[in-house]
């Protein structure tokens, strides 16, 4: 059987606790995003519990659509050491449904002020239904370290936009 997981690391020269701050902040998915497919935070208040239900808008030329909205839940929340969630779908009734891939990220610290970060994509829980018009992963190899890399410029301490709380006034990067 095939691994049904992807992950990537970067080290970056920030602190555990800063980089948790912008991954704790759903308006800076948009920036770290290595696709291009998160558009805009539907629900801009930061992540603060299992289970917490965030939105976000997206594009994809090949979703029906082309413009929907996720509905993300998450499942881990071990600050400053991992985030995660998993992306699903608001029914009309209301009613929330997982694919059952996972995104989550790990940073170990290695100092005061070096984080090794590893983001995952992990899709073993995907049923075989979704399997049949899915391909998994969705994406190519480069997404994730492109995201990293975005993680990484936006949790710099020189960053011009983002500071803990979110974005100042000048905007994003």
Request: net charge negative.
């Amino acid at each position: 059987m095939a691994e049904e997981k992807v992950s990537a690391t970067l080290t970056v020269a920030v602190p555990a606790a800063r980089v948790f701050a912008v991954l704790a902040d759903p308006t800076t998915y948009t920036a770290i995003d290595g696709t291009g497919w998160v558009q805009e935070a539907v629900d801009r208040a930061p992540l603060t519990a299992v289970g917490q239900i965030f939105r976000m808008g997206m594009y994809h030329a090949d979703h029906p659509d082309g413009d929907y909205q996720v509905a993300n839940k998450v499942q881990v929340l071990d600050p400053p050491c991992a985030i995660g969630w998993l992306p699903g779908q608001e029914k009309d009734d209301g009613h929330l449904e997982f694919g059952g891939w996972i995104w989550r990220y790990d940073l170990a610290p290695l100092g005061p002020s070096e984080t090794e970060v590893t983001l995952t994509y992990d899709w073993s829980a995907v049923p075989q239904f979704i399997r049949e018009y899915l391909q998994f992963p969705p994406f190519g190899p480069e997404h994730l370290t492109n995201s990293l890399r975005h993680l990484a410029e936006l949790a710099a301490p020189t960053s011009r936009a983002w500071t803990p709380g979110g974005w100042t006034p000048g905007g994003r990067p």
